[in-house]
T-cell receptor, first 118, second 118 residues
Framework: DAGVIQSPRHEVTEMGQEVTLRCKPISGHNSLFWYRQTMMRGLELLIYFNNNVPIDDSGMPEDRFSAKMPNASFSTLKIQPSEPRDSAVYFC????????????????FGDGTRLSIL | AQSVTQLGSHVSVSEGALVLLRCNYSSSVPPYLFWYVQYPNQGLQLLLKYTSAATLVKGINGFEAEFKKSETSFHLTKPSAHMSDAAEYFCAVSDARPGGTSYGKLTFGQGTILTVHP
Protein backbone atom coordinates (compact mmCIF):
# COMPACT_ATOMS: atom_id res chain seq x y z
CA ASP A 1 0.00 0.00 0.00
CA ALA A 2 1.22 3.48 -0.78
CA GLY A 3 2.19 5.56 2.21
CA VAL A 4 2.02 9.31 2.60
CA ILE A 5 3.56 10.92 -0.45
CA GLN A 6 5.24 14.31 -0.28
CA SER A 7 6.68 16.40 -3.07
CA PRO A 8 9.15 17.72 -3.78
CA ARG A 9 11.71 15.86 -1.65
CA HIS A 10 14.11 18.77 -1.85
CA GLU A 11 13.53 22.43 -2.62
CA VAL A 12 16.13 25.16 -2.86
CA THR A 13 14.95 28.65 -3.60
CA GLU A 14 15.83 32.25 -2.99
CA MET A 15 14.42 34.43 -0.27
CA GLY A 16 11.18 36.11 -1.27
CA GLN A 17 10.02 33.35 -3.57
CA GLU A 18 6.79 31.45 -3.10
CA VAL A 19 7.17 27.85 -1.99
CA THR A 20 4.48 25.19 -2.28
CA LEU A 21 4.80 21.82 -0.58
CA ARG A 22 2.45 19.01 -1.50
CA CYS A 23 1.07 16.01 0.32
CA LYS A 24 -1.04 13.02 -0.62
CA PRO A 25 -2.33 11.20 2.47
CA ILE A 26 -3.01 7.51 2.75
CA SER A 27 -6.30 6.62 1.12
CA GLY A 28 -9.08 6.40 3.70
CA HIS A 29 -7.33 8.54 6.30
CA ASN A 30 -9.36 11.56 7.31
CA SER A 31 -6.91 13.49 9.46
CA LEU A 32 -3.86 15.24 8.01
CA PHE A 33 -1.05 16.98 9.87
CA TRP A 34 1.75 19.31 8.76
CA TYR A 35 4.94 19.46 10.85
CA ARG A 36 8.21 21.35 10.66
CA GLN A 37 11.46 19.89 12.00
CA THR A 38 14.61 21.84 12.79
CA MET A 39 17.63 21.18 14.97
CA MET A 40 16.82 24.14 17.17
CA ARG A 41 13.09 23.64 17.69
CA GLY A 42 12.63 19.94 17.06
CA LEU A 43 9.32 18.72 15.65
CA GLU A 44 6.57 21.35 15.57
CA LEU A 45 2.94 20.83 14.60
CA LEU A 46 1.89 23.58 12.24
CA ILE A 47 -1.71 22.76 11.33
CA TYR A 48 -4.05 19.82 11.07
CA PHE A 49 -7.19 18.96 9.16
CA ASN A 50 -10.02 16.55 9.70
CA ASN A 51 -12.31 15.68 6.81
CA ASN A 52 -10.59 18.44 4.81
CA VAL A 53 -11.48 21.12 7.38
CA PRO A 54 -8.70 22.94 9.27
CA ILE A 55 -9.08 22.15 12.97
CA ASP A 56 -6.17 23.95 14.57
CA ASP A 57 -3.71 26.29 12.87
CA SER A 58 -2.25 27.76 16.04
CA GLY A 59 1.16 26.34 15.17
CA MET A 60 1.46 28.26 11.93
CA PRO A 61 4.30 30.66 12.64
CA GLU A 62 3.21 33.67 10.58
CA ASP A 63 0.72 34.88 8.02
CA ARG A 64 3.27 34.02 5.39
CA PHE A 65 2.30 30.38 5.95
CA SER A 66 -0.96 28.98 4.63
CA ALA A 67 -2.34 25.48 4.14
CA LYS A 68 -5.22 24.06 2.19
CA MET A 69 -6.88 20.72 1.75
CA PRO A 70 -9.21 20.96 -1.26
CA ASN A 71 -10.08 17.27 -1.17
CA ALA A 72 -9.40 14.10 0.79
CA SER A 73 -6.38 13.13 -1.28
CA PHE A 74 -4.39 16.35 -1.47
CA SER A 75 -3.03 19.11 0.73
CA THR A 76 -0.63 21.99 0.22
CA LEU A 77 1.49 24.10 2.53
CA LYS A 78 2.48 27.43 1.05
CA ILE A 79 5.05 29.97 2.19
CA GLN A 80 4.88 33.41 0.61
CA PRO A 81 7.25 35.18 0.76
CA SER A 82 9.86 32.69 1.96
CA GLU A 83 12.69 33.65 4.33
CA PRO A 84 15.96 31.89 5.25
CA ARG A 85 14.59 31.06 8.72
CA ASP A 86 11.93 28.92 7.04
CA SER A 87 14.63 26.42 6.07
CA ALA A 88 13.66 23.11 7.64
CA VAL A 89 12.29 19.67 6.88
CA TYR A 90 8.53 19.74 6.49
CA PHE A 91 6.58 16.57 7.15
CA CYS A 92 3.05 15.60 6.33
CA UNK A 93 1.32 12.83 8.27
CA UNK A 94 -2.10 11.24 8.07
CA UNK A 95 -4.21 9.09 10.33
CA UNK A 96 -7.60 7.46 10.46
CA UNK A 97 -8.69 10.11 12.93
CA UNK A 98 -11.94 9.43 14.67
CA UNK A 99 -14.38 12.04 15.91
CA UNK A 100 -14.59 10.40 19.28
CA UNK A 101 -11.61 9.10 21.22
CA UNK A 102 -12.89 5.58 21.73
CA UNK A 103 -9.92 4.21 19.83
CA UNK A 104 -6.75 5.67 18.55
CA UNK A 105 -4.80 5.27 15.38
CA UNK A 106 -1.17 6.24 14.86
CA UNK A 107 -0.03 8.88 12.46
CA UNK A 108 1.79 7.78 9.31
CA PHE A 109 4.50 10.12 8.08
CA GLY A 110 5.81 10.96 4.65
CA ASP A 111 9.54 11.20 3.97
CA GLY A 112 9.44 14.99 4.18
CA THR A 113 10.47 17.94 2.06
CA ARG A 114 13.87 19.41 2.83
CA LEU A 115 13.50 23.14 2.20
CA SER A 116 16.44 25.50 1.89
CA ILE A 117 15.86 29.22 1.50
CA LEU A 118 18.95 31.11 0.37
CA ALA B 1 -2.79 19.64 28.48
CA GLN B 2 -0.75 16.52 28.01
CA SER B 3 3.02 16.58 27.59
CA VAL B 4 5.93 14.21 27.13
CA THR B 5 9.48 14.43 28.46
CA GLN B 6 12.29 12.30 27.12
CA LEU B 7 15.21 12.07 29.49
CA GLY B 8 18.51 12.27 27.66
CA SER B 9 18.85 13.81 24.22
CA HIS B 10 21.67 11.38 23.39
CA VAL B 11 22.16 7.76 24.44
CA SER B 12 25.18 5.70 23.45
CA VAL B 13 25.42 1.91 23.81
CA SER B 14 27.64 -0.87 22.56
CA GLU B 15 26.38 -3.40 20.07
CA GLY B 16 24.70 -6.21 21.98
CA ALA B 17 24.01 -4.10 25.06
CA LEU B 18 20.63 -3.22 26.53
CA VAL B 19 18.89 -0.20 25.07
CA LEU B 20 16.81 1.93 27.47
CA LEU B 21 15.21 5.15 26.29
CA ARG B 22 13.19 7.02 28.87
CA CYS B 23 9.85 8.73 28.43
CA ASN B 24 7.62 10.33 31.06
CA TYR B 25 4.22 11.73 30.28
CA SER B 26 1.81 14.14 31.86
CA SER B 27 -1.88 13.57 31.29
CA SER B 28 -5.01 14.06 33.33
CA VAL B 29 -6.58 10.91 31.93
CA PRO B 30 -5.26 7.48 30.89
CA PRO B 31 -3.16 8.28 27.85
CA TYR B 32 -2.56 6.74 24.48
CA LEU B 33 1.22 6.59 23.99
CA PHE B 34 3.48 5.93 21.02
CA TRP B 35 7.11 5.43 20.17
CA TYR B 36 8.39 6.44 16.76
CA VAL B 37 11.81 6.02 15.14
CA GLN B 38 13.39 8.33 12.59
CA TYR B 39 16.28 7.19 10.42
CA PRO B 40 18.38 9.81 8.60
CA ASN B 41 16.57 11.55 5.77
CA GLN B 42 13.34 9.71 6.47
CA GLY B 43 10.04 10.39 8.15
CA LEU B 44 8.95 9.01 11.49
CA GLN B 45 7.97 5.35 11.60
CA LEU B 46 5.75 3.79 14.25
CA LEU B 47 7.59 1.40 16.58
CA LEU B 48 4.75 0.58 18.96
CA LYS B 49 1.68 2.00 20.65
CA TYR B 50 -0.03 1.70 24.01
CA THR B 51 -3.80 1.92 24.01
CA SER B 52 -4.61 0.39 27.44
CA ALA B 53 -5.00 -3.21 26.26
CA ALA B 54 -1.78 -4.39 27.94
CA THR B 55 0.89 -2.60 29.94
CA LEU B 56 3.77 -4.34 28.14
CA VAL B 57 3.72 -3.53 24.47
CA LYS B 58 5.84 -5.26 21.86
CA GLY B 59 6.82 -3.45 18.71
CA ILE B 60 8.85 -3.95 15.61
CA ASN B 61 12.59 -4.70 15.45
CA GLY B 62 12.63 -6.30 18.91
CA PHE B 63 11.63 -3.18 20.84
CA GLU B 64 9.13 -3.14 23.66
CA ALA B 65 7.80 -0.60 26.13
CA GLU B 66 6.12 -0.88 29.49
CA PHE B 67 3.40 1.48 30.65
CA LYS B 68 3.72 2.29 34.37
CA LYS B 69 0.90 4.49 35.59
CA SER B 70 2.40 4.95 39.06
CA GLU B 71 5.56 6.35 37.51
CA THR B 72 3.85 8.07 34.55
CA SER B 73 6.45 6.39 32.38
CA PHE B 74 6.58 4.58 29.06
CA HIS B 75 10.22 3.61 28.65
CA LEU B 76 11.45 1.89 25.48
CA THR B 77 13.79 -1.08 25.73
CA LYS B 78 15.56 -3.61 23.55
CA PRO B 79 17.62 -6.43 25.08
CA SER B 80 20.43 -6.34 22.55
CA ALA B 81 21.33 -3.33 20.43
CA HIS B 82 22.17 -3.68 16.77
CA MET B 83 24.06 -1.23 14.63
CA SER B 84 20.91 -0.71 12.55
CA ASP B 85 19.11 0.64 15.65
CA ALA B 86 21.09 3.88 15.43
CA ALA B 87 18.44 6.56 14.87
CA GLU B 88 16.40 9.19 16.66
CA TYR B 89 13.51 8.01 18.79
CA PHE B 90 10.42 9.99 19.71
CA CYS B 91 7.85 9.36 22.40
CA ALA B 92 4.40 10.85 21.82
CA VAL B 93 1.07 11.15 23.63
CA SER B 94 -2.29 11.41 21.91
CA ASP B 95 -5.06 13.83 22.72
CA ALA B 96 -7.55 10.98 22.36
CA ARG B 97 -9.47 9.86 25.41
CA PRO B 98 -12.52 7.65 25.95
CA GLY B 99 -15.69 9.54 25.24
CA GLY B 100 -13.85 12.66 24.13
CA THR B 101 -13.36 14.39 20.81
CA SER B 102 -10.09 13.63 19.11
CA TYR B 103 -8.63 13.99 15.67
CA GLY B 104 -5.49 12.01 16.44
CA LYS B 105 -3.28 14.93 17.40
CA LEU B 106 0.03 13.83 18.95
CA THR B 107 2.34 15.75 21.26
CA PHE B 108 5.94 14.63 20.74
CA GLY B 109 8.91 14.61 23.07
CA GLN B 110 12.15 16.27 22.12
CA GLY B 111 13.65 13.06 20.76
CA THR B 112 16.58 10.87 21.82
CA ILE B 113 19.42 10.11 19.44
CA LEU B 114 20.65 6.55 19.89
CA THR B 115 24.24 5.78 18.89
CA VAL B 116 25.41 2.17 18.73
CA HIS B 117 29.14 1.45 18.92
CA PRO B 118 30.72 -1.71 17.47
Amino acid sequence: DAGVIQSPRHEVTEMGQEVTLRCKPISGHNSLFWYRQTMMRGLELLIYFNNNVPIDDSGMPEDRFSAKMPNASFSTLKIQPSEPRDSAVYFCASSAGVPYGLSNQPQHFGDGTRLSIL
Amino acid sequence: AQSVTQLGSHVSVSEGALVLLRCNYSSSVPPYLFWYVQYPNQGLQLLLKYTSAATLVKGINGFEAEFKKSETSFHLTKPSAHMSDAAEYFCAVSDARPGGTSYGKLTFGQGTILTVHP
